[in-house]
């Protein structure tokens, strides 16, 4: 399994188990194909290290970083983490299906 299948296959359960909170989990677009596309995402506000998904849950927004194996973020990754953290978001960093389900159930007691 690699980090997109994981984040494919965490994001489809959530889909199919609960139709009324579609919408709610969603990705942030983050990676651009080439250096051209990435700067004209940047002009449309693209920031480095952004997490991979973002769940509007009851209390505010969680923010989702996937990893797979012994994957580790990246430099860019962990100061937006600790800019998110400081303004009081939560941020979890997701290596499998049960690390997804347990920080959902952490913020929103009604899913998993």
Request: net charge positive.
């Amino acid at each position: 399994m690699s980090e997109l299948k994981l984040q494919a296959e965490c994001f489809q359960d959530f889909w199919n188990r609960y139709p009324e909170k579609r919408g709610l989990l969603f990705m942030n677009y983050n990676n651009p194909k080439n250096a051209a596309h990435g700067a004209i995402l940047k002009g449309l506000g693209l920031v480095a290290g952004v997490a991979d998904m973002t769940y509007l849950a009851p209390e505010g927004a969680v923010f989702l970083e996937f990893k797979f194996g012994k994957g580790r973020q990246a430099p860019a990754q962990k100061k937006w983490q600790e800019a998110v953290e400081a303004v009081g978001y939560r941020y979890f960093l997701i290596y499998t299906k049960k690390n997804f389900t347990d920080a959902l159930h952490l913020v929103d007691k009604s899913v998993y």
